[in-house]
DNA sequence: TATAAAACCGAGCAAGCGCTAGTTAACCCC
DNA sequence: GGGGTTAACTAGCGCTTGCTCGGTTTTATA
């Protein structure tokens, strides 16, 4: 059988399935429960996809494609090292906003993977955070940062992977202003 | 059937399934697994556990209460506002280091938690962060920054959370070292 | 060394799991 | 209006899952 990894109807099961797998974990939601919130029964799933496993890659690669796609818009816009390193920010807020299930499914759901899928995913994670090495590498060459770039890397990837768990973006601190705060942590403003 | 909560046993076999469900997760770690490990048969595991899912507590809940001793202990000897946090960093990797299994499956799977465990954590965790709360509020009153504290606290915890996904001792940078960056980063020094 | 308690075994049940097979219905294009 | 394509259905297979339970062995205590 031969399946359309880009049919309209294959991308709305797979925001379905973000959702389910957000809320209870990959392991946790059955095929017959994914089925059911997509309106169809569980034998017709497999018509969309070769199995279960799929379904998992296919949000998280969905989550990844769309954010390394608004990070290089935000990053065309920006100039010097510091509004870059702002762009970047804000990117990886707006994609974890916007696209919070496809990417709590990223963050929380990496083991449920099989290896091969697993390697092709850590390539495009790896193409991602490219930009971030190479955004603090500018900001070390205009002199506004010294000491360890890769710890710094991973201390604002961290501190902005883990606001999935606390920020709400209908609180008083915009995202915006948020990418700020963290910009100046960073920078030690 | 009554079970001892405080057997020398049961401790052990909690450390066993801690390892196991950081590996694999809790969900695709069946109960035969777990007993294979332990050196017994499946049926015997529910000798010392109700269920399975009483043993996710017990792990997670192992996992917090050494972090909240490690913590106090650590604080007990700090007293400049910046010493103590430093001890709180300092601690919190230290749990995150000695009891890394406890620790990330305290991280990913909440999800598999029963709503009633969940609740029962969710204070403990609670009682955890009031150190931060409260040493965050220290620096503030001692004039070491300004700013929104629980946006500070939030940012440490993600950073340092985030260090179970690349940290590794045994590289160039203990972590005293790291505490001290973190302790830096948070500060703006 | 007798006895109670704790730990474990072996076999298996009922439910739920991912997935398959074969079929049907609606649509599009020549 | 027949052939092909796509999307859905029904039914259920084979296996694994968490868990039970009566009986046995090991360990600790007196």
Redesign the pocket.
Do not use: W
């Given at each position: 059988m031969?399946?359309?990894k880009n049919?309209?109807?294959?991308k709305e099961?797979v925001a379905i399935a973000a959702q389910l797998f957000c809320n209870q974990g990959y392991?946790?939601?059955?095929?017959?429960?994914?089925?059911d919130a997509?309106?169809?029964?569980?034998?017709?799933?497999?018509?969309?996809?070769?199995?279960?496993?799929?379904?998992l890659y296919a949000v998280i690669e969905s989550g990844m494609l769309h954010a390394m796609e608004i990070t290089q818009q935000r990053l065309a816009l920006a100039h010097t090292p510091k509004e870059r390193l702002h762009a970047l920010a804000r990117a990886h807020l707006s994609t974890l906003l916007e696209d919070r299930n496809a990417h709590v499914v990223a963050l929380y759901e990496w083991r449920s993977l099989v290896e091969t899928s697993r390697d092709s995913l850590v390539k495009l994670r790896d193409a991602y955070e490219a930009s971030w090495r190479e955004v603090i590498n500018e900001c070390h060459e205009a002199g506004l940062i010294q000491g360890d770039q890769s710890l710094q890397r991973h201390m604002a990837l961290g501190a902005l992977n883990w606001t999935v768990q606390w920020y709400r973006p209908e609180g008083k601190l915009s995202p915006d202003e948020l990418a700020k705060e963290l910009v100046a942590m960073v920078l030690r403003e």
């Open positions: 031969k399946l359309n049919s309209k109807r294959r099961l392991e946790s939601t059955t095929v017959r429960m994914l089925a997509m309106g169809i029964k569980s034998g017709s799933l497999f018509h969309h996809f070769n199995d279960k496993q799929e379904i």
